[in-house]
């Protein structure tokens, strides 16, 4: 199931529900009133919380009313408490930076300020003089985890 967070003109911003095939969407309100369940105002609340097991009961029946294009895609999480980063996962790109990337993952955290809805234009502050750019792939890990097996460890991703 895929997840979104939302701005459209008529509901603001909410979440809602993405079909399969990434094409369409049913928003928060629109799955409760279809389908009676009580579904909480937070994101985070309704992925971690117990309440998306409920929906995914109902899925086969809900109605996607709105295509993805006619919203604006925010970042999916907006408040994050931590943002842990993995360096020089692309190796070819940290070596045109002239950088030498390290046999030892290299790890470091940034700020939830530098968090992006996708297709938004990135702001460069005036003192930046180099901008660095790419690609990130990013996991949620949806429950608390400390000390699990390499086996048990995607059981804890969202």
């Known amino acids: 199931m895929k997840i979104a967070r939302i701005r459209n003109s008529r509901r603001g911003d909410t979440y809602a529900v993405v079909s399969d095939d990434g094409k369409k969407l049913i928003t928060k309100s629109e ?4 389908t009676g369940v009580p579904i909480p105002s937070n994101i985070k609340e309704f ?27 925010l970042a999916p999480i907006s408040n994050p408490p931590k943002i842990i980063c993995l360096a020089f996962n692309y190796y070819d790109h940290a070596r045109d930076a002239g950088l030498t990337p390290s ?17 938004s234009d990135i702001i460069c502050p005036s003192f930046v003089k180099r901008l660095d750019y790419e690609a990130e792939i990013a996991v949620i890990i949806g429950e608390d985890t400390k000390k699990v097996s390499e086996n048990q460890a995607l059981e804890s991703v969202f």
């Open 31 to 34: 799955i409760q009133e279809q």
């Open 47 to 73: 992925m971690f919380k117990g309440w998306l097991n409920e929906v995914k009961e109902h899925l086969r029946k809900l109605m996607y009313n709105h295509r993805v294009e006619d919203v604006e895609l």
């Open 103 to 119: 046999d030892e993952p290299v790890i470091f955290m940034k700020p939830r300020t530098t968090l992006n809805s996708p297709f």
